[in-house]
């Protein structure tokens, strides 16, 4: 993990500071090999702060080991050149791109009867808030609705600036795009007829029939868990291309219960009230923005929207208006009811 | 008996060589030659049954076995051909026969191939055309389905009512290919099952249609659930039944085309037979007219050349009601099937905004936007095969149309998706629904307006040229018959009056 961290910081750092910045550093570290080799950890490190010892852990550290991916995200107070940022003001269409979903109930979804034809939920709240503080108006936003499937690709392409779409933070990922801080704290949760025996991802699954998305964290979860935390007879069913279409099977009564991220189970639970989340999330899963390997000035400056924007009360009060009625059962409040404490490298 | 048997053969032999080559007196020939013969007539006058009748009893001794009745007609025959009486009577009667036969086989094959052809006018085609209609009805309620739902509350009165009328629609024809096809068969199977999916499928549009007024997205999901159902199980099925239909066609234009060849070669036979009965009065009496053979002749004559022309008629009307007819109706069907599929594509693309992708290559492509691609291009070339098999004007110009108003389709689409490609959601679905300028629902509607109207055109070409050719078939059988009686009774008088001077 380590490692990882640290070639990370290297290369980021080295890309943030442009021509000049890799100059000076160039520069620094001629004098810092002729004269002062114990320091030379402290003169790379910039304004970072953690200090020589998690470069002493990294050496030592594997490359393919890979824990807490939510922590890996860049300081709001780091420095460097605002390439992204400059790039984005400059635009003829003064606006950031964004990535998001517009099927996702209270997340990032388009309401029908909304005249206005404006995206609505919590992922979109958090978008305005970050148009808000990098381009001084909130609505300077074009949105994108980006398949689950393409989202990487669209951050990688550069099509979008970035991806807020319930889009989890996971080692694979990390490798291939930069995530801010986590926003949001969920877990794989069990969703059934509030009828239903089921009371969670335990052994009352027996003999039942569970939908998953394809290719999605549920589906893996359910095929890792058979036979030892839920019972071998748990009937995974052929899984669908959209975590909503599961909600359709289970209003038609084609499967028994839906294993999706709490989130998303929530936002189903919103639609049906005759359905509701059973027992605790039983994974430990975080969501994060989505953007470029190249953006860290952006990074950095979306981690500063999320410390302020969690500081301030927003974060909260978009919870308690999109979130809050389905995730929270009765006087047991989710515990995605807290924003997620940010750890930075 | 086996005695009896070499003789019976012998005898026969020298009779068909009596025949072959009869001798130019008017004398009977010598009987001496049969001595063995159980019963011999006199020369002259007797008819062979009284002479016969006694035959048979008159050796009821043990003696020889009991004899067949093919036997003792056999012996009969032999008898009566012993004098010439008898053999113009045997000639007689085999041509009055012969004509009989072949005004009954030709009335008969014609009376098939006339009910063939009225087959092809009046039952398998349109049968034909209803399954492509229930296929029709079914694709284009799944298109307002989606078109409706995209709308949502802009959707206009006119679009849901086009909706519930082709689930009617799709509901009546059911009924009445239900009613034409055999119990236990593959399309009663498939009509069955149409019949159960068709309430499934309306259930789940209704509950995407009401999810979506109270602002679920699972409404989405629910009008892809439709979209599945119709497109993978139930349009599958309505094309099983489409194909079954056709089948039935192609079999009743086989049918009605077939050329009658075992009256044609009767009529041949008889003509013959009619030609070498004359000859032989001729050769024996010098006498070259008979009346009655020549008017039997001419009969036969007549309904030869009646069959030949009628048929050939027949056959160049279905040739051309299926060239002109029945391939523009599939091609143009095909079209309409196309377009409809790329509209439902079109609006699912908005309505399901990347929630489905495929992989086309290396890129992973939203999976309607894609279908849409394909139904388009499929369009177009069901056009370009349309407007080659058009044989007229009046049924270019619609296919023109049709092929223009998808031109302007393909580029309003290209705008609106590039205005959902740029994040302008709302003008995008604007453009698709009909509310905005230059929406791509008018080119649709258009699209199919001038493909109706191609259809319709087509559907009375057809109609003119499979009655036309039916129509040719119209009184042969009768006149066949009607002839064919007129002939043997000719035959029949004509040797009659040979046999006349007999007496």
């Known amino acids: 993990m380590n490692a990882h961290r640290l070639s990370q910081r290297l290369r980021s750092s080295l890309r943030g500071w442009g021509g000049v910045g890799a100059m000076a550093v160039a520069c620094a570290l001629t004098v810092v090999f002729v004269l002062l080799p114990l320091a030379q950890s402290k003169g790379a490190d910039g304004s970072v702060g953690t200090g020589g010892q998690g470069v002493a852990q990294g050496r030592q550290a594997k490359a393919e080991e890979c824990t807490d991916p939510q922590d890996q995200s860049l300081s709001p107070t780091g420095g460097g050149a605002t390439t992204t940022i400059d790039e984005i003001k400059a635009r003829k269409d003064r606006r950031l791109i964004v990535g998001v979903d517009t099927n996702s109930y209270r997340w990032g979804y388009l309401d029908p009867n909304n005249a206005s034809g404006a995206l609505e939920g919590f992922d979109i709240d958090l978008v305005h808030r970050i148009a808000q503080d990098i381009l001084g108006d909130p609505e300077a936003v074009s949105f994108k609705a980006i398949p689950t499937s393409r989202r990487i690709e669209a951050v990688e392409s550069g099509e979008v600036d970035m991806v807020v779409r319930t889009m989890t933070i996971n080692c694979d990922r990390i490798k291939q795009v930069a995530f801010s801080a986590p926003y949001f704290r969920t877990g794989q949760q069990v969703l059934a007829p509030k009828t239903s025996t089921i009371t969670g991802f335990n052994a009352t699954l027996a003999n039942k029939k569970v939908c998953s998305a394809e290719t999605s964290t549920a589906l893996d979860s359910l095929k890792a868990a058979k036979g030892n935390k839920i019972p071998d007879s748990v009937k995974i069913v052929e899984p669908v291309p959209n975590q909503l279409d599961c909600l359709v099977k289970l209003q038609l009564g084609e499967v028994d219960a839906v294993v999706t991220d709490g989130a998303l189970a929530a936002s189903q639970a919103a639609q049906d009230p005759a359905v509701e989340l059973k027992g605790p999330p039983f994974t430990d899963e975080y969501y994060g923005v989505a953007m470029n390997l190249k953006a860290d000035d952006l990074v950095r400056q979306v981690n500063r929207t999320l410390r302020s924007y969690i500081d301030d009360g927003g974060w909260t009060a978009s919870y308690a208006k999109w979130l809050h009625a389905t995730l929270d059962q009765g006087d047991k409040k989710s515990t995605s009811a807290t924003p997620p404490a940010a750890h930075y490298k | ?503």
């Open chain 2, 1 to 503: 008996m086996s005695v009896r048997a070499a003789i019976l053969a012998a005898t026969m032999t020298m009779g068909e060589v009596e025949v072959t080559h009869p001798p130019k007196s008017t004398t009977a020939p010598p009987g001496s030659g049969l001595p063995t013969m159980p019963v011999v007539p006199p020369p002259q006058g007797q008819p062979v049954p009284p002479a016969a009748a006694p035959g048979s009893p008159a050796a009821p001794e043990p003696g020889p076995a009991r004899r067949t009745a093919f036997a003792e007609g056999a012996d009969k025959l032999r008898a009566a051909a012993t004098t010439e009486p008898g053999r113009l009577r045997i000639i007689g009667a085999l041509l009055a026969l012969l004509v009989v036969l072949f005004g009954a086989i030709t009335a008969w094959q014609m009376s098939d191939r006339a009910a063939a052809a009225d087959d092809v006018l009046n039952r398998s085609q349109p049968l034909s055309s209803d399954a492509a209609d229930i296929y029709r009805a079914l694709a284009d309620a799944n298109t307002a389905a989606a078109s409706g739902y995209l709308a949502g509350l802009q959707e206009k009165p006119a679009m849901r009512k086009g909706y519930e009328d082709d689930i009617r629609e799709a509901a009546d024809k059911l009924v009445t290919a239900a009613a034409n096809s055999d119990a236990g068969s593959e399309s009663a199977k498939a009509i069955a099952q149409l019949n159960e999916q068709l309430p499934e499928y309306k259930g789940l549009v209704e509950t995407a249609r009401a999810n979506n007024r109270q602002g679920f997205p699972v409404g989405g999901a629910y009008l892809r659930a439709a979209n599945e159902k119709m497109q993978k199980q139930m349009l599958p099925k309505a094309q099983d039944l489409y194909t079954w239909e056709n089948q039935r066609l192609q079999s009743d234009y086989a049918d009605a085309k077939a050329f009658p060849w075992a009256a044609l070669g009767l009529g041949v036979a008889v003509l013959a037979a009619l030609v070498w009965a004359q000859r032989r009065n001729y050769q024996r009496t010098n006498r070259v007219l008979n009346h009655g053979l020549i008017t039997a002749s001419g009969a036969c004559v007549v309904v030869l050349l009646w069959l030949v022309v009628g048929h050939t008629v027949a056959r160049a009307g279905l040739n051309d009601s299926y060239d002109h007819g029945v391939r523009s109706l599939n091609v143009l069907q095909d079209a309409r099937i196309a377009s409809l599929t790329a509209r439902s594509d079109e609006n699912l693309s908005l309505i399901r905004r990347g929630a489905d992708t495929q992989k086309v290559g290396d890129e992973t492509r939203d999976a309607y936007a894609v279908g849409y691609e394909t139904q388009i291009g499929q369009l177009a070339s069901a056009l370009a095969k349309a407007d080659s098999l058009a044989d007229d004007s009046a049924g270019q110009k619609p296919v023109a149309d049709a092929n223009s108003f998808m031109k302007a389709w393909k580029d309003r689409h290209v705008v609106a998706q590039g205005l959902n490609d740029k994040g302008n959601y709302q003008q995008a679905r604007d453009k698709v629904i009909g509310v905005g300028k230059d929406p791509t629902s008018v080119c649709f509607d258009n699209v199919d307006k001038a493909l109706v109207t191609a259809l319709d055109h087509e559907q009375a070409e057809f109609k003119q040229a499979a009655t036309g050719g039916r129509d040719a078939f119209t009184g042969l059988p009768y006149g066949a018959a009607v002839l064919a009686v007129l002939a043997a009774a000719g035959a029949v008088l004509g040797i009659g009056r040979r046999l006349s001077e007999y007496r």
